[in-house]
């Protein structure tokens, strides 16, 4: 391979991995979003003409922090023949603007964060402030953040454009907030770390059954709040976010099909990752301040101790998603729970559960709802309801994998 091609495939992986860190510092130092994204283009088009010629810089998270803000300050002079009042604002960014080695690579690292908490400022709606930190610090698109609110993306990019008009107009600051402001905001912030892990770990379109890039900023970013503000809750997602990447390497075989639980070859599980999200999902279970973050990650520290899916102490599992519903009710949890009960009681009994969920109109656009009745009219012995609710879970996913273990669901259907 040329070295020009091996530079160029060195900007597309930096791009992929730190273009959004290389944002969220753009923004603390112009105060603009829409400038700081269109400084962030600049910035890597600069790269593109640039690093084949002089090679990748050693620290390549600084030189494009310190392109970005030269090419905003040129773009706003450039502006300013047009409308006087940008010349100042341009003098003033150009006094901040310090050579590219004094660039600090560790206030890169923590902007991701001091990001998420201007998104998740409570004078906005909670919906909109967990759109927008989706989209603007994780870069995930809009039709992604609208499967995982089960929402219509128009009804997303609304949501996001009017968030965004908020926080110009309220001149909502870029900063992380004093320590007794943090409880306030730490649920939406929890909820956003969350979400781009779930996203990670399972992605929600395209080839790949995970992204392991954001999997991997989501337990990044848990770190950093862990450090910051000690929550339970947060040392119970971190906890929660470890024992379930612990399990990555063996989701999928090497072909990439899905690998259900049971499936899996669990000595390719990584025990130092259980090992320590079972040590601090115990730390956070004797605060007794925990919430369903911590739950969920006793559920999974259940699953990482059980030497195999027969061995799973599901009647422990079953008890804590009782708890789960009574301190944080969601129809998700209701199906998950489900599924645990079909574990501990067959089959019949986990069926009926999900039929009540669907009948009252939760989660028809689920397509898990309808992947698991079809795992269980399937263990029943009744094919034709379990090809037609494999349909119809194929018919609401985009996630090839997915579709690939479906489509040989509904072929073992027919051919049974």
């Known amino acids: 391979m040329a070295e020009a091609d091996v530079t160029h495939n060195a900007i597309e992986g930096i791009y992929r991995a730190d273009s959004r860190r290389v944002l969220a510092t753009l923004i603390r130092l112009l105060d603009d979003f ?132 908020k926080i110009r107009d309220a001149r909502i600051p870029y900063q992380v907030p004093e320590r007794t402001e943090l409880p306030a905001r730490l649920d939406t912030v929890l909820h956003v770390i969350y979400l781009v892990f779930n996203e990670g770990y399972s992605a929600s379109s395209g080839t790949s059954l995970t992204r392991h890039d954001l999997s991997a900023e989501a337990i990044r970013l848990g770190r950093l709040l862990v450090e910051l503000l000690p929550e339970p809750e947060a040392t119970g997602l971190l906890a929660l976010m470890l024992l379930h990447d612990a399990r990555r390497a063996a989701r999928a075989s090497s072909a990439g099909d899905l690998l259900l639980l049971e499936e899996q070859d669990r000595s390719l599980w ?110 029943l012995g009744r094919l034709d309801d379990a090809r037609a609710a494999y349909e119809r879970a194929l018919s609401l996913t985009s996630q090839e994998p997915g579709r690939r273990f479906l489509r040989r669901r509904i072929d073992a259907c027919r051919s049974d």
Not at 274 to 297: C, D, H, K, M, N
Not at 310 to 339: C, F, H, K, M
């Open 34 to 165: 829409d400038l700081a994204e269109e400084a962030l283009h600049d910035a890597f088009a600069a790269a593109v003409e640039r690093w084949p010629l002089d090679g990748v810089p050693a620290n390549p998270r600084a030189w494009l922090v310190s392109a970005g803000r030269f090419k905003a300050i040129d773009r706003m002079r450039r502006r300013a023949r047009f409308d006087a009042s940008l010349a100042s604002i341009a003098d003033r960014l150009a006094g901040t603007v310090a050579p590219p080695p004094d660039v600090d690579d560790g206030e890169v690292e923590d902007d991701r964060l001091r990001l998420i908490f201007t998104r998740c400022h409570p004078a906005l709606a909670p919906d909109a402030q967990i759109a927008l930190t989706l989209r603007e610090v994780c870069g995930l698109t809009t039709e992604e953040i609208a499967r995982a609110f089960l929402a219509p993306a128009p009804t997303l990019a609304q949501r996001i454009v009017r968030a965004k008009a």
């Open 270 to 379: 990584d025990r130092a990752q259980i090992a320590e999200g079972l040590r601090l999902v115990e730390q956070a279970l004797r605060s007794r301040r925990f919430g369903p973050y911590t739950l969920q990650a006793a559920i999974a520290a259940v699953h990482a101790e059980s030497p195999g899916a027969a061995d799973t102490d599901w009647q422990q599992i079953v008890g804590l998603y009782d708890l789960l519903l009574r301190i944080d009710p969601s129809p998700v949890v209701e199906l998950n729970r489900a599924a645990a009960v079909a574990m501990r009681d067959g089959p019949e009994a986990g069926l009926g559960l999900i039929d009540a969920i669907l009948a009252r109109g939760e989660l028809t656009g689920y397509y898990l709802a309808h992947s698991a009745r079809a795992d269980l009219c399937r263990r």
